[in-house]
């Protein structure tokens, strides 16, 4: 525009005002408010005071992810210069943008926010949106603050008018009405001064105030150069810009840490109470039991399918089905290619009859309508095997039925879980040979599997507990934390697969190298009296150990950055045995094995099939 036609227009020009957006000073009147628009990139008042706050929170700098909807112009051009695809901008019309800096996404934020993972922004910009919404907007809030990462900005402003807000969503309201009232034709409420801040405490935390005072941050000469109206400078008002910053930890339970004396040894205690907290929301709640393998899954689920009626009463209710439950989950959610695979290490090998994957669903969708006030709890090995297309189908479920879950997970430390897994092997497939570089290969250690559930649900809805013997006990004290109680009983029950004997491991180990495919009879019977031979506790060689160490304190690593365990106890010090005598035999100990298998021979044939191999769960 050149300068004759920006004179010959009702432009004003003032050399007091600056657009703090592109350092024009010339501006426009707009709906009777003066100096309302910017005359060069036509930014009104609140953008240009929201470009003030962004800029005053040091929120132009590369690397962020930010979600902006109905997006300003100038805004689109500063964030998609700095952010490139990581700037998100979107709208419901997608087509009421022809910008040349980035490309509009479609979001309809009255049902498309619940496909968004969990944590996916730090920063969510919206400005005179939510008064268009045709839905509650307290659970679009809460969508926003789901996928907000902790420590993240969101930054709003809406039409305020009056104290409380009114609304009406009906098609009945003629239009000139909703003109009147609402002041727009597609406006189906203008909020109150009062109770918009009411509602934002519900979602955000309550806190002093959830807005932002332009006199806290910036000079009134600062405010008048960039032509924002004196009745926007402090309160709450049509330009008001709200904000809140997602706290790192949890609102909720944020000062209740900060008083905690110390931090609690146990992680495992203060994490269930967390886990309450996260819990004490309405709609239908959910506990899956994801694991990890050699954790107790078996026992838990024992101990819960023997008390379901007493924990139905205290308002737990136990998805224990005819089938396969962990089978059933599988099928239900895991994704066709996977399904086609069939790889399911961690599950029984043995062929069970093939599941429908919709009668799977609906199977689970039954258990979920049905739960009523009830906390549902679903344990299946098959969760933990679950990569990130298995968990974004089951959360996306989960959200579009309003279920709040919370994942529990019980966690053996690297070399523990290394440890026991290794004689697991040992009854059935590992073999002297395996014990070399291609050893972890056997035994997958990646906690990182986890990620895919954090990102899906956020970090606070994961309960990594620390595992140990008694964990049924653990379970108990978890679910009082929820105000779950009953009188259960506790059989003292064997322990599914007890820990064996170096010397056995030893000789199932020779075994498997010599004996896979022949006679599998005579194999099953040798190999359940090689079980019982006596002598030291079982340890991983030195070498292992040593291979290891890097990947278990990577693996630690990872569960005290992100899921806040104690990284001591996941790195305890791990006594191995010097090579020559894991690998090796000596007089004793092959004395020791002949006498065993002499003595189990001359008895008759034990029909039980105690820890038989063919893959049995690891
Ligand atoms: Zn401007």
Not at 43 to 62: I, N, Q, S, Y
Not at 72 to 99: G, H, M, Q, T, V
Not at 421 to 438: K, N, P, W
Request: hydrophobic share 40%.
């Amino acid at each position: 525009m050149s300068d004759t036609l920006a004179n010959a227009d009702s432009t004003v020009t003032d050399v007091n005002l600056l657009c703090p957006i592109c350092k024009t000073d010339r501006f426009l009147p707009f709906n009777g408010r003066e100096n309302a628009r910017c005359a060069n990139c036509h930014a009104m008042e609140r953008t240009r005071l929201l470009w003030l706050v962004l800029d005053k929170h040091g929120l132009f700098k590369p690397g962020l992810r930010v979600m902006h909807i109905a997006p300003e112009l100038p805004l689109i051009k500063r964030f998609s210069e700095l952010l490139s695809d990581r700037y998100y901008a979107c709208d419901i019309n997608p087509e009421r943008y022809s910008s040349k800096f980035t490309t509009l996404r479609p979001l309809d934020i009255s049902c498309d926010l619940v496909k968004i993972p969990s944590c996916s922004f730090d920063v969510i910009i919206h400005s005179h949106v939510l008064e268009h919404v045709r839905c509650d907007v307290e659970p679009v809030l809460q969508e926003f603050e789901r996928i907000l990462a902790p420590g993240g900005h969101h930054y709003l402003s809406v039409p305020i008018r009056g104290d409380e807000t009114r609304e009406d969503m009906s098609d009945e309201l003629p239009l000139a009405e909703r003109l009147r009232l609402f002041g727009q034709a597609d406006h189906y409420r203008l909020f109150g001064r009062r109770s918009l801040p009411e509602m934002l405490d519900r979602v955000w935390g309550a806190r002093e105030k959830h807005h932002v005072e332009p006199l806290d941050l910036f000079t009134p000469g600062e405010l008048a150069m960039a032509a924002i109206p004196e009745d926007a400078w402090s309160g709450i008002g049509g330009h008001t810009i709200f904000h809140h910053v997602r706290p790192l930890i949890r609102g909720a339970s944020a000062a209740a840490r900060a008083s905690r004396p110390e931090p609690s040894k146990e992680r495992g205690a203060a994490s269930a109470r967390d886990a309450a907290d996260v819990f004490a929301g309405v709609g239908p709640k959910l506990i899956l039991h994801i694991g990890m393998p050699k954790t107790g899954t078996t026992s838990i689920q024992r101990w819960l399918t023997a008390n379901r009626d007493e924990a139905r009463r205290a308002g737990l209710d136990y998805w224990s089905i005819a089938e396969n439950h962990s089978e059933a989950i599988f099928m239900a959610f895991a994704t066709q290619k996977r399904i086609d695979k069939g790889t399911m290490w961690f599950q029984r090998a043995a062929a069970s009859a093939k599941l429908d994957s919709d009668a799977c669903r609906k199977s689970f969708d039954a258990f979920l309508s049905g739960l009523g006030d009830r906390t549902g709890y679903v344990s299946a090995e098959a969760l933990w095997s679950f990569g990130p297309e298995d968990v974004r189908n089951l959360a996306l479920y989960l959200r579009q039925r309003q279920v709040q879950a919370l994942i529990l997970c019980w966690i053996r430390p690297p070399a523990e879980f290394l440890k026991t897994s290794t004689q697991q092997l040992c009854r059935s497939t590992l073999a002297v040979s395996d014990f070399g570089i291609r050893f972890h290969r056997k035994i997958p250690l990646d906690y990182r599997r986890l990620d895919a559930w954090v990102e899906q649900f956020g970090r606070e809805r994961v309960a990594t507990q620390q595992f140990d013997s008694d964990v049924v006990a653990k379970l108990e004290k978890l679910l009082g934390a929820f105000g779950i109680d009953f009188k259960a009983s506790r059989k003292s029950e064997r322990l599914l697969n007890p820990s064996i004997s170096l010397v056995a491991a030893k000789a199932l180990l020779a075994l498997n190298m010599t004996a896979n495919g022949e006679n599998p009879d005579r194999s099953r019977r040798l190999r359940n009296i090689l079980l019982d031979i006596g002598g030291p506790d079982f340890q991983l060689p030195d070498s292992v150990l040593r291979r290891m160490r890097s990947a278990f304190e990577k693996e630690a690593g990872y569960l005290s950055d992100v899921l806040s365990m104690d990284r001591e106890w996941l790195l305890p010090e791990t006594g191995g045995i010097d090579d020559a005598s894991f690998f090796q035999w000596n007089y004793d100990e092959v004395i020791n094995l002949l006498s065993a298998i002499a003595g189990a021979l001359a008895k008759p044939e034990d029909k039980s099939d105690k820890g038989s191999g063919g893959g049995s769960r690891l």
